[in-house]
């Protein structure tokens, strides 16, 4: 497991935390997704392993089944049950942007946007990439999308882009985004892998590209 002590969720917000923290507890943060059934609630990170929440009643209404997710926790002293790395009490939960790739067509080129954002890190997981970025703007909700040109899906190399849409948006001041796409629909039945390569318009218009070996 991993131990991020925090790091991950202050790229998630803006504002600043504040507390106080018993020296002997080692706290960790995790991206994963959440399955919440009526007796159980387990978070399935990133890492592969399957986390059981102790305090599941304190999660709030905000975070449902199979949502993509954040969250920082101390480990539980205790036996797991069989099919648990560990139990966790949960300190902070936030659900994370979860969007699709999106065929890039005739209808919606003008409404998903080209502006420019700065990509801060970016990675593959599993069927997962996370995308941390920034741009600048005021209060008017971006849009943020990932996107793949039409046709079928190669076997070798998917071109993509991640397309920032400001709406007109004031640039008053520095603003992070977090956002995870989801990469299922990339498969193609007759490969076992497929080469990712990321585009993004950058400031002063500059290219930035990636490139991910997508394997499943």
Known sequence: MKKYLFYLLMLLTSGILTGCLKEEEEYYSSLGIIHITDDSTIIHTDDGERLLVDNDNTLGSG????????????????????????????????????KPVIELTSEIQDSIGNDELGILSMWLEKDFLNLNFMFYGG????????????????????????????????????????????????????????????????????????YFTYRY
């Open 139 to 210: 209060n008017v909700k971006h849009f943020i999308n990932l996107i793949r040109y039409p046709g079928e899906i190669p076997s070798d190399t998917i071109d993509l882009e991640i397309r920032h849409n400001n709406r007109n948006d004031d640039a008053y001041y520095r603003q992070n985004g977090f956002v995870t796409f989801d990469l299922q629909s990339l498969k193609n039945g007759a490969a076992v892998s497929v080469v990712l390569c990321i585009k993004a318009r950058d400031f002063d218009d500059s290219n930035y590209r990636k």
């Open 63 to 98: 975070i449902n089944d199979n949502d993509r997710i954040i969250a920082d926790f101390t480990l539980v002293d205790g036996t797991t049950p069989s099919g648990i790395d560990y139990i966790i009490h949960v300190y902070y939960i936030e659900k994370v942007l979860f």
